[in-house]
């Protein structure tokens, strides 16, 4: 560990001390004086459209998820909807959930194939129905109910980039790549890597100052059929309370799933943590929970990513993630921009 993340640590438990002292004080309740949406870092042009969504007028739910389609339908995109990298079988698999702060009310979709916009799914599973979250066939059938109709998400980009992944994953099975007599290095070619996780998190603040928040994202590469990350999960993926502020996540979900870390985070902003302190608490918690060696580099430290976006009533927006440097995406009346995430390890 850094001397530089023991240090962050020790302003960390004082800003927590401090928190206690601030939470005694009424929270802030009052609209802020402009909108502002926050995303992952692939989320630029998200929060553009989703400050021009709010401009005209659009509640904060409605202008996010405009925001995140852009990127669901992206082929280039290959972490979320259509253009996502496949499970293990080749089959493209979307999460999402959508939270709406003015209500409290949430709606996912989890293993849903074949459905280009996830997050509109979602958003139908908390307007139109009396549950929460909808999976495999079962969401894929009530958005089709909806008037969704299925395709094939697998671009041919994302196709041929699973077939290295299948052809390099082991020496003990009869596929192989491209190659001559000599030169096949089976099982290295692909290690997990960042890009295996990537998703798009958004959460705005509208004109009426109602905070909404929507994850989205095709999952882990080549994962087990059926796997579930924490991106559509109400407290891991995503959290918002109108009265206080937003967090979602993209990382390793696992990591997140064990410590439900957009609720802490909300939490933690509701004790008077400033969003960039509660982010950094988040990435300690998962640094506190991950305990087995193979999760861990030689120091010790985790050797995963997960990063963490919020911003809180007031309209102040920070990130962090467990290691850095990192970005995430900012828009308000300024413009859309990238901004630099904290982190606790190099
Ligand atoms: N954070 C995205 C996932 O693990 O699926």
């Known amino acids: 560990m850094s001397h530089h993340s023991l240090s962050r640590r020790d302003f960390i438990r004082n800003s927590a001390t401090a928190g206690a002292a601030i939470a005694l004080r009424p929270q802030l309740h009052s609209p802020p004086s402009h909108p502002v949406a926050i995303a992952s ?53 979307l999460d999402a959930a959508v939270m709406h702060g003015p209500t409290g009310r949430v709606g996912a979709v989890a293993s849903l194939e074949g459905i280009k916009y996830p997050s509109k799914v979602a958003q139908l599973v908390l307007e139109r129905t009396d549950h929460v979250l909808l999976v495999g066939e079962g969401a894929q059938e009530f958005a089709r109910m909806h008037g969704f109709s299925t395709e094939n998400l697998l671009t041919d980009e ?16 009869d596929y192989l790549p491209p190659h001559g007599p000599d030169d096949v290095n089976l099982g290295e070619a692909f290690q997990r890597n960042e890009e295996f996780w990537g998703t798009i998190h958004c959460s705005a603040i509208d ?30 993926g995503l959290y918002c309370d109108n009265d206080v502020g937003a967090a979602g996540s993209t990382g390793r979900g696992e990591a997140n799933l064990q410590s439900c870390c957009s609720f802490l985070i909300v939490e933690r902003m509701r004790m008077g ?74």
């Not at 109602?210 to 080549?222: E, P, Q, R, W, Y």
């Open 158 to 173: 994302a196709r041929e980039i699973w077939v290295q992944w299948r052809e390099t994953l082991s020496n003990r099975d």
């Open 41 to 93: 870092r692939n989320g630029l042009q998200a929060v553009a459209r989703t400050i021009e969504e709010i401009n005209q007028g659009s509640d904060a739910l409605d202008a996010i998820i405009a925001g995140v389609n852009l990127v669901e339908e992206d082929p280039s995109d290959l972490t979320v909807g259509y253009g996502g990298l496949p499970n293990a079988e080749g089959i493209v698999e």
């Open 273 to 346: 943590d400033s969003p960039q302190d509660a982010c950094l608490y988040a990435c300690e918690r998962i640094t506190q929970n991950t305990h087995l060696a193979r999760l861990q580099n030689e120091s010790g430290e985790p050797a995963f990513n997960v990063s963490f976006y919020a911003l809180n009533k007031a309209g102040e927006v920070a990130g962090a993630r467990i290691r850095g440097p990192g970005q995430m995406a900012v828009a308000d009346q300024d413009g859309a921009r990238l901004i630099e995430l904290a982190y606790l390890f190099e």
């Open 207 to 236: 004109l009426l100052g109602n905070i909404s928040s929507v994850t989205t994202t095709s999952g882990l590469a080549f994962k087990i059929p059926g796997r579930v990350g924490d991106s559509p999960i109400p407290g891991a």
